[in-house]
């Protein structure tokens, strides 16, 4: 049986599938070879566009996750949770990419980036704003159930609370791994030499690693469990 494929959906492209995903749009975001100064432009625009589709995902799981947090589904906030640190997982492994282009190459590209830093990222602005709202949320929960973070157990129970903060402190560890490896590409493609001169950019890298949304979770985990 012959399949039809005439677009049958509004909006411009060729096919349906160009006019659902947007792709003429989408594949016209990239600077073309005539207007780059250097050939690894693409790889590097790739990496960081697709780094904020994933990220724009994550904060909206993580803002519905608070949400839900706040009506007591903690079950699906735990679930929205997960998408947002697989996300991160994602973004963490297409920094792999970057290790393909040297320091002397990056050097050549930065002209065409002005004044550009990654800490201008929205995808990283959406989520570091998502994950304190997710840590409000978690604290109104608390105050609603008449606990505080003293009576969690999160490692190892079954309790939906306790799964819950388990799953934030797998959330603040994930977005630590992805800093982690990009303080490791920033020394490596960036050829910026390591931690250690206060006030330095690899220094700052470095610190920023240990930073945790929630570190009053990590103190909890480390309680030995009893009944609640
Ligand atoms: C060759 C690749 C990269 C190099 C050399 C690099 C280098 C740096 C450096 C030196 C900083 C410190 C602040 C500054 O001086 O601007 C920084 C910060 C930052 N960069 Fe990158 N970066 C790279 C790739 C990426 C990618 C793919 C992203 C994803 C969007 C990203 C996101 C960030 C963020 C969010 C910060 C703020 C610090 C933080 O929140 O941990 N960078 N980067």
Redesign the pocket.
Do not use: D, I, K, N
């Given at each position: 049986m012959k399949h039809d494929h005439s677009p049958v959906l509004p909006g411009h492209g060729a096919t349906d599938y160009a006019r659902y995903m947007r792709t003429d749009t989408l594949l016209d975001l990239q600077r073309s070879a005539d207007e780059a100064i250097h050939r690894d432009e693409l790889l590097?625009q790739v990496?960081?566009q697709s780094?904020?589709l994933w990220?724009k995902l994550a904060t909206a799981e993580l803002t519905e996750a608070s949400t839900e947090v706040s009506a007591g589904r903690l079950p699906v906030a735990e679930a929205l949770l997960a998408r947002a640190t697989l996300a991160v997982r994602l973004?963490t492994d297409?920094?792999e990419m970057?290790s393909h282009?040297s320091p002397v190459d990056?050097a050549a590209m930065q002209p065409a980036l002005g004044n550009g830093?990654?800490?201008?990222?929205p995808?990283?602005?959406g989520v570091?704003a998502a994950s304190r709202q997710l840590g409000r949320a978690f604290d109104g929960r608390l105050t609603t159930q008449g606990i505080t973070v003293a009576d969690l157990h999160p490692a190892g129970t079954a309790d939906p609370l306790d799964r819950l903060a388990e799953a934030m402190v797998e959330w603040d560890e994930r977005v630590s791994v992805?800093?982690v490896r990009?303080?490791q590409?920033?020394l490596r493609?960036?050829?910026?030499p390591p931690a250690g001169q206060p006030g330095t950019?690899?220094n700052?890298?470095a610190k920023?690693?240990e930073?945790r949304f929630f570190p009053e979770l990590w103190q909890a985990r480390i309680r030995p469990s009893a009944a609640r």
């Open positions: 590097f990496v960081h780094t904020e990220l973004v297409q920094l970057l282009m990056f830093t990654g800490a201008e990222s995808g990283w602005r570091q992805w800093r990009h303080y590409v920033a493609t960036g050829g910026y950019p690899a700052m890298l920023l690693a930073h």
